[in-house]
């Protein structure tokens, strides 16, 4: 299917690796200019010279810590200097750690807040007026499943994400009338570094082998499997596409069926 996203320019956060690396192959295959940002300078890079040996786009690379408000500047800054307008908006923040509500503590409410969810109002405040202007734009933010179904001991991550869900409903209804849709992604178990530092976690709490731990995991999933951040990506680059541009305010799970609810 051609998308119509030739061209368009992106840009995503986290994508030195995992989904947001995804994500970015998934756009550069249909002809997105990316500009790309994550903590890691030489993961970047490697990404930047792949991409644009593959699908000959122009991709834009800018390392920083998004939880850090001049980083964000910063960023923001050289994004506005090299591409006129950012057409695509990839959300995609680090989870919080592992903790239960009870001992979570301020501080670690505090800077969870500021380092997941400050920097999406920050880069939608920087970037929407020009989708305004141009009567497009796409905004897609990676969430969990935990906004459907809070998962244990993620007390951050599980009210945080919420938060943010909440948000962007709000904003999606919000600048709708100027073709701009605002999605959330929100995955189940995907194989990724983060997957596997939680569950090596829970392989230590639960005093299973780990193949015990994981075929007793698995079962819990109709698909029988992780997801891949490959498929991730596919439903991603769809949503950021002219063909679904009625799609709006969503938040679509991505999980194998795990979830026991039918939203």
Known sequence: MNLN??????LIMASSKGIGKAIAYGLASEGVNLYLSARSLDLLTSIQTDIQDQYQVKVEIFPADLS????RENLISAVKAKYST????????GGPKPSTVLNTSIDEWTNSFNSLCLPIIHLNNAFIPGMIAQNFGRILAITSLSVIEPIDNMALSNSLRSFITAMLKTLANEIAKYNITVNCLAPGWIKTDRTDELLESRIQLSRQSKDQYLESHLSTIPANRMGNVTEI???ATFLCSNQAGYITGSTMCVDGGKRKSTY
């Open 68 to 71: 850090n408000y001049n980083d």
């Open 5 to 10: 996203l030739n061209d368009k320019n992106a």
């Open 86 to 93: 950012i057409d695509i908006i990839v959300h995609n923040m």
């Open 233 to 235: 990506a596919s439903l």
